[in-house]
């Protein structure tokens, strides 16, 4: 059986009949990573959090759809998002959890993210790399590119 020799208070009975997520967690992912409840995996690992927020250091990219039935809509911390000039957010009305497809059209049949994922890196690498190249000169860099706000 898959949890024989594994160790852990693994919660077998549950973790066959869950009826939600938090159930899930109970009895499996948090046994997993070490912790004692699902609320302490709960409070270590959201990553809406805005005390973790405010400490992103490099820039972050957020992608939520709106509908997401897991991480809902009304968790995002849209605010310290906002206050954090190297965080972005990228809102959808629809996509799911993870549900955003490609159409026929879509880079290697991905999901339109991976697209625009890679432009936004490309973006911010050349954003960084200017700079890098103006900070070697000493010369200021004017009009920065403002993103923090830009859902939609």
């Avoid at 059986?1 to 009826?19: N, P, Q, T, Y």
């Avoid at 957010?89 to 290697?108: K, S, Y």
Wanted: proline share 5%; net charge negative.
């Amino acid at each position: 059986m898959l949890w024989d020799g594994i160790g852990g208070d693994f919660d077998v009975e549950l973790a066959c009949s869950c009826r939600n997520i938090r159930e899930f967690d109970h009895a499996v992912t948090r046994v997993s990573f070490g912790f004692e409840s699902v609320d302490a995996y709960y409070t270590a690992c959201s990553s809406g959090r805005p005390e973790k927020i405010a400490n992103v250091a490099i820039p972050l990219l957020c992608i939520q759809a709106e509908d997401d039935p897991i991480s809902v809509d009304a968790a995002i911390p849209r605010a310290a998002l906002r206050q954090n000039p190297n965080c972005v957010l990228v809102t959808t009305p629809t996509g799911g959890h993870l549900g955003w497809t490609a159409d026929e059209q879509g880079p290697w049949q991905a999901p339109w993210t991976d697209k625009g994922v890679l432009e936004w890196l490309a973006f911010t690498a050349d954003a960084a790399a200017e700079r890098r190249a103006a900070a070697e000169v000493g010369v200021a860099v004017e009009g920065e590119v403002d993103l923090v706000g830009a859902e939609g």
